[in-house]
């Protein structure tokens, strides 16, 4: 099980106030996090992964029965996101395999089958450079899934995506439920909503 919580979490960049007395508790689940432009969803999603420090208040994630901070939880978390870019001088299949030894993985990976989930393959030996904003999209996914992690965080994953890019994306969701993992979603687009469980609403706070 997987239980993430949140209590009186707050982020300020200068003045401005982005997220405020934010608490929550989640357990293992496929979880929105909906709301407008500028809502804060973009910052609460790297404020769970450790990339930006709360300005005050805690964020707890319990995985197999130890308690991590955010920077601790990062080697169990896969993230696909606008701002988070690949090299764009190497290929496919050089930036995923690069990926796998920064995560202490030496040995050579197979990636065919993880491209193939994402209908990638076929770009495996293009620049990431060279590709369609939808192809990278695909890549981002399928760098994000390199170790199956247990939670999977996406940003407007459906973003550049065309109908079959966003069939792959519910299939994704539905074989991380099946597989008792967890899924956070953040999203104002109502088809990448209805896969989830639960929603949070920043703008109803």
């Known amino acids: 099980m997987i239980i993430l919580t949140a209590e009186s979490l707050e982020k300020r960049y200068g003045q401005k106030l982005v997220i405020s007395g934010l608490n ?51 080697p169990f978390v896969g993230f696909a996101a606008p701002y988070v870019q690949l090299y764009e001088e190497l290929t496919v299949s050089e930036n995923l395999q690069f990926l796998i030894e920064l995560q202490n993985s030496a040995h050579h990976m197979d990636i065919d089958p993880l491209l193939d989930r994402f209908e990638a393959r076929k770009l495996s030996e293009q620049p990431y450079g060279n590709l369609s904003t939808g192809q990278q999209q695909r890549v981002k996914l399928a760098a994000a899934n390199i170790k199956n992690p247990p939670v999977l965080i996406l940003d407007e994953p459906g973003a550049n995506l065309d109908k079959d890019g966003k069939a792959i994306i519910s299939a994704l969701v539905n074989r991380y439920r099946d597989e008792g993992k967890m899924v956070i979603i953040a999203s104002n687009q109502t088809d990448e909503l209805n896969l989830c469980d639960e929603i949070l609403n920043l703008n109803q706070l």
């Open 24 to 74: 929550f508790s989640f357990k293992t689940v496929v979880l929105g996090i909906a709301g407008s432009n500028g809502s804060g969803k973009s910052t609460l999603l790297k404020c769970l992964t450790g990339l930006v420090k709360p300005s005050s208040g805690t964020i707890n994630w319990q995985y197999r029965g130890n308690n991590y901070l955010p920077k601790e939880i990062k």
